[in-house]
DNA sequence: GTATTTTACAACCAAATGGTTGTACGACAG
DNA sequence: CTGTCGTACAACCATTTGGTTGTAAAATAC
């Protein structure tokens, strides 16, 4: 089951604003080593738990955590895949330099 | 000489939003492969000069890009060192994910 | 010289963002 | 049953964002 790469620029565009925000990177961290319950992390932030419940859903939106519901908690998870994606994305650019460093070495060594 | 890295919340912050916009992640690209002028960029896009100098600003502050004069004209370059000091900041998550992976493992591998 | 190109920058605008408070409701505790 | 906890969601507000047009100035072209 390979994870279907393509991502459209809209989602790009969630992904990396969602990164961009220093609360929203903390929530991340903090899911990605254990599930927290919206609650426990409004705990941790001197900010309404209205505020931390949008940093959740913009987190959701972008697929960066999963939330499920434990009772009357909810549960969230960082999704490490995205992540990964999101790295893959950066790779791409990274190609794409080294592209350009093939195509003038194919200049300079080329002995036509 | 090493790259200092320790970027501060804000500047982080930048990198990212920077990214979360899909005209400014096609400055990027083109900038890696060639120098390109920004009224080259401007012409690439169905929008006003100013907007497209806006990008390049936003991408100027977040140290994608650095921009020489040529004469009149403003070259942009990309800078893949910074695209490489946002993949370690992903690496970073990735990291904490696999600590706790490593704890679990402490865990359920412990002979007390 | 004058005209054109390229950039810089200010002013303006609508929409999105990041926060707030208040209300409501389901889940659990006593 | 009643009260508290955790969540959802709406309304509101100030600031930022992403675009526009207009004006001005420096570098090049004719």
New binding site residues.
């Given amino acids: 089951m390979v994870v279907r790469q393509e991502l459209s620029d809209d989602e790009v565009n969630r992904i990396f ?1 969602a990164l ?2 220093a ?1 929203r990177r903390d929530i991340v961290r903090r899911t990605l080593v254990e599930e927290v ?3 426990q992390l ?1 705990d941790a932030y001197a ?5 931390v ?3 959740v859903a ?1 987190l959701e939106e972008a697929k960066l955590v999963t ?1 499920q519901p434990r ?4 549960m969230v998870r960082g999704d490490l895949a995205r992540i990964r994606q999101a790295q893959r994305l950066l790779d791409q650019f990274e190609q794409l330099w080294r592209s350009r460093i093939d195509r003038l070495d194919l200049v300079l060594d080329d002995t036509h």
């Avoid at 900010?47 to 505020?51: D, G, I, P, R, V």
């Avoid at 009772?71 to 909810?74: F, L, Q």
């Fill in positions: 604003r961009a925000d609360t319950s919206v609650s409004a900010m309404s738990f209205a505020a419940q949008k940093h913009v939330k009772g009357r908690e909810r």
